[in-house]
């Protein structure tokens, strides 16, 4: 039998199994009832037995890094449950039954295999903090939109061309990471997001941006780079907390007066795109810590760019 290592933190009971060459979760596990917390973390199980809903004060369970191919039915009848973490698996799907979870802050799915969420992930209204990276989705569900509670969105490295408007929903999101796929353009609803402090699109296929993008006051990171991105909105200048910009490798020939408005920029990446000339308004970025614009064949460098050196700024032409 695999010995358990059962230790007390503070007012609660945890037992870590992480690392230890298991292929299966040992028997004795579910004889200790006060279990809060549990970790599998890096083994090679392949099943969490049904037995598991025995631990009813369970509200953390981690099982990074294994071979589950499928969770048992009886997990999702156990309400208790705050966090999970079954990232680094085999999972092709979710049942339906995930909505029973309704405490769950936490849902970990990244490096997984599933293709299709259910509708039912919209009950849980609870959820903070929601990874679906490195899988095969195409389309989030309608329901995402009752997800009123999410604070970070991870949708990296999947297979979606759209998003969906009822990512303007999501009116608590702070952090929304949806670069490596093939999303050709930004809805306009995201300018209902007025707490989203990052935007990471990298790697997608965006040709513009909606107008709606100016109304992101509190948005500090704005990262578009390897996109097709043609022409900025005019109003992104309204961008006035941000810290950095970055439009590395796009088809940009010129950027809007209004980008000197963005009094709180300190990094802005400009490297590799069509740019023939600058605004002089870049001069009025006084935070202003890096300008990169390597990579532009018939850029003209203009003398003002001097000025921002004698200030501290680093310009890399």
């Known amino acids: 039998m695999t010995q358990t290592a059962i230790h007390n933190k503070s007012n609660t009971t945890s037992l ?58 009886t997990l999702y009848l156990m309400r208790t449950l705050e966090r999970i973490n079954v990232s680094v698996n085999q999972l092709s799907s979710l049942s339906d039954e995930i909505g029973n979870l309704e405490n769950l802050q936490v849902l970990d799915l990244n490096h997984n295999k599933i293709s299709i969420l259910p509708e039912t992930i919209g009950n849980l209204t609870n959820l903070r903090f929601l990874y679906l990276a490195n899988n095969g989705i195409s389309s989030l569900p309608e ?30 999101l702070i952090e929304l990471r949806i670069y490596d796929n093939s999303i050709s353009f930004i809805p306009g609803c995201i300018g209902n997001l007025k707490i989203l402090k990052e935007l990471h699109a990298t790697n997608n296929r965006i040709r513009s941006l909606p107008e709606s993008i100016g109304q992101l006051g509190s948005l500090k990171k704005l990262i578009l780079e390897n996109n097709l991105l043609e022409i900025l909105p005019e109003n992104m200048g309204n961008l006035d907390s941000l810290l950095e910009l970055n439009l590395r490798s796009n088809q940009l020939m010129r950027v809007p007066e209004t980008i000197g408005n963005m009094k709180s920029l300190r990094m802005l990446d400009l490297r590799d795109n069509r740019l023939l000339s600058l605004p002089s308004s870049f001069r009025n970025l006084k935070t202003l810590e890096k300008l990169d614009v390597r990579l532009n064949k018939n850029l003209e460098i203009p003398e003002w760019f001097q000025e921002l050196e004698q200030r501290g700024c680093v310009v890399f032409y």
Do not use: C, M
């Open 16 to 73: 870590n199994l992480s690392g230890k060459q298991l292929f299966g979760v040992p028997e004795d596990v579910f004889t200790q009832r006060e279990l809060v917390e549990i970790w599998f973390d890096d083994n090679q199980i392949k099943e969490i037995p049904a037995d598991i809903s025995q631990l009813v004060h369970l509200k953390r369970l981690s099982a990074y890094k294994n071979n589950l191919i499928s969770l048992p039915e």
């Open 143 to 172: 329901s995402l939109k009752e997800l009123r509670s999410l604070i970070y969105l991870n949708i990296t490295f999947n297979r979606f061309t759209i998003l969906p408007d009822s990512i303007g929903n999501l009116d608590n």
